[in-house]
């Protein structure tokens, strides 16, 4: 009886059909996913759910569910539609017929009545039950010890693994994807042993040959006679989102259980990972997600052992970890149920140009110090690095791991803002385009202004172009760890202090940084809760064409117009940035034009402050390390 009800569920003729209650649960559950994604304020997600008129679709057909299981309405006759042509005759067949049964002729004629009678009819005769397939003859006597399940397969994929028992021969569920088939079906676990595939006995048989039995039929039901696991496993799945922080390609990687199955991932994406029962291969989805079924992704630890390995082989490119993902040893047996699967002297500057400018209302843009800048540069072009960065404690952490935890977080009106971080490559106009946005809105935007251990000129004031320290202050600062970073340029220190940033973020207003990459961590804090926006180059012919009136900041006494060289080296230097950095941009502006490019970096700040944005769980909830 179990099994017959089983497979009536599973049988096509019983759906709703593609907008009936199937789809309205579909609905519902990418309704409440959107709005888990969203974190937006909880009451707002209940007033919006309990509002909306698929919920209400919903209730109206439940309680007219629970209305007929009550009442169990019984049809006074299943032949309406007869009756209603045995009238229609009879009153044609009238000598002289009053105006009311001309009345009842007309309407009894009309097609919408014609078609709801007939729909009546199937009902009351239950003709829409469906017409499943023969029941084996052969069931063993103990119903409870096989289940057989069949599925509606429609050109999707069955979603499910298996795997082979070297010893006994038997076949085995290996792991159900979730949203997949299987899974949506309900009756399909990881552990349930298949006997038959459409009437074919399986047990012998190798993964790819019971594969071959399932594939002969790619569309239309498919029929499992399965023996469920006694005990199957009770896990209490913790909602965990991450960023990745390597690319990986399943198609690329001998080692996972079934490529098809994979799914590759780009750094910098964010998954929800909806099932991490097995140590090494996890399920997970990628956000904003338009698919309901999940993929195969290695878990942490899988990962990080394939980082090691490639490490290890390839110790002078310690990026390609991520592009040759291979060897780890692993279910060799699992197949899947699938297609084909198985298992300069900053005084000369100063004099020339007003680097560090004051507009008409007395704006100071601290920050911008040609030293610091040709500092940073100097740095990139030495092997000895003359600019360094602060390392927090959970840096080496993140660095480490190839997936970082993530929450959706949203700022409080009340809050401090978050720390804007601008980079990119040299010249691109990273500076351009945080002078314009302060000069544009000094109320809202200002610059950290640097420490420096250089002697100030008669012009300048400690706190507004510069904070001046002794060379002793200045090394005592770094032995603290208080600069996020810091260089030396001509033999004087310059660098930019937390305390510096913090101060500007305690007024109220956005602070703005450049930064260079490697100072990515030093922000990525849950104090400053930077948010970096990478600055890119357009291509070579855009570069040349809206370049053409401006002129590169070298490391001599002038400014000189742009070269075709220096494209070719920013280039190169954008490629470098965005190989070894791009998974922690939170946003990126091709500056073409100038106007664009603000115009878009001001909606980026917006969107930094006010909107839900995936951040380091540990900003949420710091650790103590
Ligand atoms: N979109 C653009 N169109 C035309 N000129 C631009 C654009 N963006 C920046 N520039 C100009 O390019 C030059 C270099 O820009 P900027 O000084 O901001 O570079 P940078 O990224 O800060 O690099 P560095 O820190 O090495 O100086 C400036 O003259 C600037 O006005």
Redesign the pocket.
């Known amino acids: 009886m179990r099994q017959a009800v089983e497979a009536q569920v599973l049988n096509p003729h019983c759906e709703l059909g593609e907008h009936g209650l199937r789809q309205i649960l579909t609905d519902v559950i990418q309704e409440v996913r959107r709005s888990v994604n969203q974190d937006i304020d909880g009451a707002e997600v209940l007033h919006s759910l309990l509002n909306a008129s698929w919920l209400q679709s919903l209730l109206k057909v439940y309680e007219c569910l629970q209305r007929s299981l009550r009442d169990s309405p019984a049809p006074a006759l299943d032949y309406a539609s007869g009756l209603s042509l045995q009238l229609l005759i009879d009153i044609r067949a009238l000598p002289g017929c009053s105006e009311d049964a001309k009345e009842l002729y007309g309407l009894l004629r009309q097609p919408h009545l014609q078609a709801l009678l007939s729909a009546h009819d199937t009902v009351a005769q239950k003709d829409y039950e469906p017409v499943l397939p023969p029941m084996p003859d052969d069931l063993p006597g103990d119903e409870e010890a096989t289940r057989v399940v069949c599925l509606v397969k429609n050109k999707q994929p069955l979603g499910a693994t298996i795997k082979k028992n070297e010893i006994t021969g038997e076949i085995f569920i290996a792991r159900v994807i979730h949203g997949g088939l299987a899974d949506r079906s309900g009756l399909l676990h990881a552990g349930d042993r298949i006997i038959e595939v459409n009437g074919f006995p399986v047990d012998g048989l190798e993964p790819e040959q019971v594969i071959q039995v399932v594939q002969a039929r790619s569309q239309g039901t498919i029929m499992f006679k399965v023996i469920p696991i006694t005990e199957r496993p009770v896990h209490n799945q913790t909602m965990l989102y991450v960023r990745t922080m390597v690319d990986y390609s399943p198609q690329q990687d001998a080692a996972i259980p079934c490529a098809d199955a994979g799914m590759s991932f780009r750094k910098g994406d964010v998954l929800e990972i909806v099932d991490q029962t097995d140590a090494l291969w996890w399920q997970a989805r990628k956000l904003p997600s338009i698919t309901a079924c999940a993929g195969l992704v290695p878990s942490s630890s899988l990962l990080k052992r394939k980082q090691r390995e490639v490490w290890w082989s390839q110790p002078y490119h310690p990026h390609a970890c991520t592009q040759t993902l291979s060897t780890v040893e692993e279910e060799e047996d699992m197949m899947t149920f699938d297609e084909k699967c198985v298992e300069a002297d900053e005084e000369a500057f100063e004099s020339e140009e007003d680097d560090f400018c004051s507009n008409a209302e007395g704006i100071y843009l601290a920050g911008f110090r040609?030293s610091t800048?040709l500092c940073?540069?100097q740095s990139r072009s030495t092997t000895r690095p003359s600019c360094h960065t602060r390392c927090p404690s959970s840096c080496s952490n993140t660095l480490n791991s190839p997936y970082e935890d993530v929450v959706r977080y949203q700022r409080h009106p009340q809050d401090a803002h978050r720390l804007i971080a601008l980079l990119?490559?040299?010249?691109?106009?990273?500076?351009?385009?945080?002078?314009r946005l302060i000069e544009m809105n000094p109320n809202v935007f200002q610059g950290a202004v640097p420490h420096t251990s250089r002697a100030p000129k008669g012009y300048e004031e400690s706190g507004r172009e510069y904070y001046f320290t002794s060379r002793a202050t200045f090394d005592n600062m770094v032995y603290n760890n208080r600069f996020l970073e810091y260089g030396e340029y001509k033999g004087n220190l310059y660098g930019t202090s937390i305390e510096s940033a913090r101060h500007v973020l305690n007024s109220g207003k956005i602070c703005i940084m450049?930064i260079d990459p490697n100072a990515i961590q030093a922000v990525r804090t849950h104090e400053l809760r930077a948010y970096i926006v990478y600055?890119k180059p357009p291509s070579q012919e855009r570069l040349k064409e809206?370049?053409q009136?401006?002129?590169?900041?070298t490391s001599y006494y002038t400014?000189r117009p742009?070269k075709e060289e220096d494209f070719q080296e920013m280039e190169e230097a954008a490629r470098k940035m965005e190989s070894h950095f791009s998974q922690f941009f939170d946003h990126v502006i091709v500056?073409?034009?100038?106007q664009d490019?603000c115009v878009q970096l001001l909606t980026a700040m917006r969107k930094a402050q006010d909107e839900p944005q995936w951040v380091p769980a540990s900003w949420i909830r710091p650790t103590t390390t």
């Open positions: 040609r800048r940073r540069r990119g490559p040299s010249g691109v106009g990273v500076n351009e385009l945080r002078r450049d600055v809206t370049r009136d401006s002129y590169i900041t400014n742009f500056n073409e034009e100038l490019s």
